[in-house]
Nanobody, 118 residues
Framework: QVQLVESGGGLVQAGGSLRLSCTAS????????MGWYRQAPGRQRELVAT???????NYADSVKGRFTISRDNAKNTVYLQMSALKPEDTAVYYC????????????WGQGTQVTVSS
């Protein structure tokens, strides 16, 4: 089992910044992808950004140029630096890890609320 603990959500004005952190613990494999997804009320969960253990990046078009994902493999932690926040970024942000060993296993954090006021 893998546990993911997120922190860093909150309330911010439009144009502001927030930094999310997520630390993984438990049965971790070295080959994995960590990332962030979000879910706004009445909408499906969507990808925000992911980063593989090898450094491959993937961003949603809506956040390119504003959000930056990074990770510290030694600390099993992934970060999401969010800048130039917009009201439409308001959502619950979920940390995710996909591990690749024989089969793919996926785990989710409990979610952290990000609210951007206009």
């Amino acid at each position: 089992q893998v546990q993911l603990v997120e922190s860093g959500g909150g309330l911010v004005q439009a144009g502001g910044s927030l930094r999310l952190s997520c630390t993984a613990s438990g049965s971790l494999f070295s080959v994995n992808t960590m990332g962030w997804y979000r879910q706004a009320p009445g909408r499906q969960r969507e990808l925000v950004a992911t980063m593989s253990s090898g450094g491959m990046l993937n961003y949603a078009d809506s956040v390119k140029g504003r959000f930056t994902i990074s990770r510290d493999n030694a600390k099993n932690t992934v970060y999401l630096q969010m800048s130039a926040l917009k009201p439409e970024d308001t959502a619950v942000y979920y940390c995710n890890i996909n591990q690749y060993y024989i089969a793919v296993t996926s785990y989710w954090g409990q979610g952290t609320q990000v609210t951007v006021s206009s």
